[in-house]
């Protein structure tokens, strides 16, 4: 599956700390683009792993996690305004 994860954090005294956790879970599965928004394919195992560690650290009254999937990239046109930064354009 292919995975847009987008998440946004309440701001107040653990804010910093679960920003960290959460970005930290997020770029072990899938592809920092911007901010908070991260990309990628994954088995529906490691959709669900990503999920369960996600939920130890997200705050339910507090912040929001926002998971879009698709069953592959090709069925989504992706259009940049702005400052083109395309990290999975990339090759190692």
Do not use: P
């Amino acid at each position: 599956m292919y995975i847009i994860l987008i998440y946004d954090i309440c701001t107040d005294e653990n804010s910093a700390n679960v920003h960290r956790k959460v970005f930290s879970i997020c770029k072990k599965y899938l592809t920092h683009i911007q901010k908070s928004v991260f990309e990628g394919n994954l088995t529906k195992l490691k959709i669900t792993e990503l999920e369960l560690e996600l939920k130890k650290h997200i705050r339910k009254d507090m912040d929001s996690v926002i998971i879009f999937q698709s069953r592959d990239e090709k069925w989504l046109k992706k259009k940049f305004l702005g400052k083109v930064d395309d990290a999975t354009s990339r090759f190692i």
